[in-house]
């Protein structure tokens, strides 16, 4: 695992995580970390990245 920072454009922020190699690869590919999120099934990532994932999903909302 490694600590890796990750720019969040949705919520303006930047983000800290413990992931591993193959995890920074695949939210490169998927377009940036709130794009991963956002695809992936809530209940497949862990405690803080849900509660990311939330928080994108609302500020999306509210900029609609």
Partial sequence: ???SSMHSSV???TI???VAAST???V???GGIDSYLL???K???PAKAQKLRSEII???EKSK
């Fill in 1 to 3: 695992l490694q600590k």
């Fill in 11 to 13: 919520l303006g922020k």
């Fill in 16 to 18: 800290q995580f413990r």
């Fill in 24 to 26: 920074i690869r695949t």
């Fill in 28 to 30: 490169e590919k998927n």
């Fill in 39 to 41: 695809k992936s099934s």
């Fill in 43 to 45: 209940t497949s990532l």
């Fill in 58 to 60: 609302e500020a999306k």
